[in-house]
C-alpha cells in the first residue's frame, strides 16, 4: 500500500468517526436568535427551579441549581423516544417514566439508566448584572425539532466540504 493510499484512508476513517461523534464532544453547540429571559437567580434561589420553553413554545424545558450552587437548564425530552422527564431533586437526576431512562443532572444530564441513546440537552444559559437568566443555545439538538434539525444538518454539509 502507497503512502498516499494509507494517508488517504485515514482521513476518511478519522472522518467518519468524528462525524459519529455527540455534537457535544466536537464542541459544537447552537446558538439560537431567540435569547429568552427564563427568570432570575432570586427565583430560581427561591424555589430551586424554573420551567420554561426552548428553543420553541413545544419544547418544554427547566433551570435547576443544584446542590454545589450550580444553575443548569436542560431540555425535558427524553432522548429515547420524546417522553417528558421530571426532576427528582433527591437524587439530582433527570427520570423518564415510559422507559425508565435516567440523566445525572450534576454531570451535564449524562445518561445513567438506559435506554437513552445520549444526555438530555443542556440549555445554554446567560446572567446579566441584574441577576437575569436567558436562555441562549443548546449544546444539543431537542427531541423532535425540525429547527435543530436545520441545524445539525448545516453543520454536517459544511464538514462534507472540507
Known sequence: MTLKRRQSLFVLGSTAFVASLPLTARGQSFAFPNKI?????????????????????????QAIKLRDGRIVAYSLLCTHMGCPV?????????????????????????????????????ILLDEDLDGNIFAVGLSAPVFGSSATIRQIEEIYAGESKL
Open 86 to 122: 421530571s426532576y427528582d431533586a433527591d437524587s439530582e437526576r433527570y427520570l423518564c417514566p415510559c422507559h425508565q431512562s435516567a440523566y445525572a443532572a450534576w454531570n451535564h444530564a449524562a445518561v445513567v439508566q438506559g435506554p437513552a441513546p445520549r444526555p438530555l440537552p443542556e
Open 37 to 61: 429571559k427564563i427568570g432570575t437567580k432570586a427565583q430560581i434561589n427561591r424555589f430551586g427551579l424554573i420551567s420554561f420553553s426552548y428553543p420553541g413554545p413545544t419544547h418544554p424545558a
